[in-house]
């Protein structure tokens, strides 16, 4: 167990060196300057709509901008995750840089762990930060907060903590670049099941809405995000709130605290199987 | 306790056999060559002492330890064929990171005597990146010998090395001999194996073909005598025989002016054991 805090330094430090972390920065920031300017347009041109009765124009375009931002908050967590793991172990195995730390008395199951902690320690206050920052840029311009701050920001960390640990398991057996795809098209897949999610809702299609059901819970990134959505606006009601949930930057879809056992038991798994495939490999 | 027992060592990698049944020792402080053509099995068989590879049959115990396990890792340094260090650690602090992995304490003062071994003090400083392919290869020696394990595996060691830096590998063997570190070098440069072995293992095709001292598998060719009547050759006569020729000769009347014994080199050996192959 020493030698998690080593390899998660080792992890650290490969990020922060690693272009992609300069790249995703400066994505954020760019993200970040045109989602204050689209906050500031949104919000002077609502003060000038008559929006139809029963709904809160400020509430509801407030929201979707939110609703919006965590979009976005997910997504560049998600690259980064992936760009941090995606080639941990085939990848690194191919490169040769794997070797000479697998002949050290460190387990590799403990390798797996300390990686996937490491990619942890720098997407989860990430997305934080960015989750924090876009609530505020709404909240300052728009004077729109959400109706719960803290649970969506720690369900958008759960995802990439998730997506990260797929990737992880990707790595064992994929090529960098084959994992890259798969796990960008797993977290494709499981957006569009978010979508028809809330299009089941708003048709009340019983069947669209069990799909969705089915493939959140498969990949709980997705759920975890559709419950964030879900709570931003959770003390949001009448046509205000019905709108918002139909989508697509409004949750339908509650998990509650079954969903996040379930996460955290689905972290385990993905992390028991990647460990399996991992003391099998030959390298 | 030998340093590394390989009994009946198998790995199959789906159709393909790669060992097919190896016995091997490397004693206490033994400095062994392992000698063969491509996918004769050589890294693999390393691979496997050092648990990178599982075996498909037989064991491989490190000073009777299953290969593989944390208590053998504990005990092998290990510097591999294809290897990479990331771009941005300085010498010292890749050192730093190994001795902090193998559980080393020996400090800066370790770090300090691994890269003078392997001249790269005046390097301790310069990132991986800025490094040549042969001072890469020297810091991955240094990055071996973290933790002074008994057990020192290196495949094909000199492999980016300019013949000076091969010199340096040499002389940084017979000082690990010196101190009673065991070593199973895996080159395919046989004057060096000649060199500095104790012992040498010919693979080919997964399968041990000839093994032995490097005087012991340089068989004797015969005595060459120079005399008066021109150069004779006395096939298979060995080293010793030669005084006895020569006082046959001296008996006969001839005037002797030289006495050469003949001997097959290991390259000799090697070429006659693999049957010319080279993949």
């Known amino acids: 167990m020493s030698s998690i805090p080593v390899i998660v330094g080792y992890g650290l430090r490969e990020a922060l060196r690693r272009k992609v972390f300069a790249v995703v920065l400066l994505l954020t920031l760019c993200f970040l300057g045109l989602y204050w300017l689209a906050n500031h347009y949104v919000f002077r041109d609502v003060e000038n709509i008559t929006p139809p009765a029963g709904i809160d124009a400020r509430a509801f375009a407030g929201a979707f901008m939110f609703g919006l931002a965590m979009f976005a908050t997910l997504f560049l967590g998600v690259v980064l995750a992936v760009f941090l793991t995606l080639g941990v172990v085939r990848g690194d195995a191919e490169r040769g840089l794997l070797q000479p730390l697998i002949v050290r008395p460190v387990g590799r199951s403990t390798l797996l762990f300390a990686r996937w902690l490491g990619a942890v320690a720098v997407c989860a206050p990430y997305v934080g930060a960015v989750y924090a920052a876009a609530m505020v840029i709404t909240g300052l311009t728009g004077h729109w907060w959400p109706d719960r701050i803290v649970v969506p920001g720690l369900e958008l960390a759960g995802g990439v903590a998730i997506v990260a640990a797929l990737s992880l398991l990707g790595s064992v057996f994929l090529t960098s670049t084959a994992n890259g795809i798969a796990i960008f098209m797993i977290f494709g897949a499981g957006l569009v099941a978010g979508l028809l999610g809330s299009i089941g809702h708003a048709l009340n299609s019983h069947t669209l809405q069990h799909s969705a059901k089915i493939a959140a819970w498969a990949i709980p990134f997705e759920a975890l995000y559709q419950d964030g959505l879900r709570q931003i606006t959770a003390n949001t009601t009448g046509l205000t709130g019905y709108l918002l949930q139909l989508g697509p930057f409004g949750g339908a879809y509650t998990g509650g605290p079954l969903l996040r056992l379930w996460a955290l038991a689905y972290l385990g798994i993905v992390g028991l199987v990647a460990a399996a495939g991992f003391a099998r490999k030959d390298l | ?279």
């Open chain 2, 1 to 279: 306790m030998p340093a590394l027992a390989v009994r009946g060592l198998e790995k199959r990698y789906g159709p393909v056999t790669a060992l097919a049944g190896v016995d091997l020792e490397v004693g206490e402080g033994e400095l062994v060559g392992l000698l063969g053509p491509n996918g004769a099995g050589k890294s693999t068989l390393v691979k496997i002492a050092c648990g990178l590879v599982r075996a498909s049959g037989g064991t491989a115990r490190v000073r009777d330890t299953p290969a593989g396990s944390r208590e053998a890792r504990r005990r092998v340094g290990y510097l591999a064929e294809l290897f990479r260090f990331p771009g941005w650690y300085s010498a010292d602090e890749l050192l730093e990171l190994h001795q902090r992995l193998s559980g080393s304490t020996g400090g800066r003062a370790e770090r300090d005597e691994l890269l003078e071994l392997v001249e790269l003090s005046d390097a301790r400083a310069r990132r991986v990146e800025q490094m040549s392919k042969g001072m890469q290869q020297r810091l991955g020696l240094a990055q071996a010998l973290v933790g002074a394990p008994p057990l020192l595996l290196l495949d094909e060691p000199t492999s980016a090395l300019d013949p000076v830096g091969r010199r340096t590998v040499r002389g940084l063997l017979e000082e690990l001999r010196r101190r009673g570190t065991s070593v199973l070098l895996n080159s395919h440069l046989l004057s060096e194996v000649e060199l500095v072995c104790d012992r040498v293992a010919i693979l080919l095709h997964g399968r041990l073909v000839a093994e032995g001292s490097p005087a012991e598998l340089a068989r004797a060719r015969g005595v060459e005598i120079e005399t008066d009547r021109g150069v004779e050759l006395f096939e298979g006569a060995s080293r010793e025989d030669a005084p006895r020729l020569v006082a046959e000769l001296v008996a006969a009347g001839r005037q002797i002016y030289g006495v050469r014994a003949l001997t097959s080199t290991l390259e000799e050996t090697y070429l006659e054991a693999v049957g010319g192959e080279t993949s």
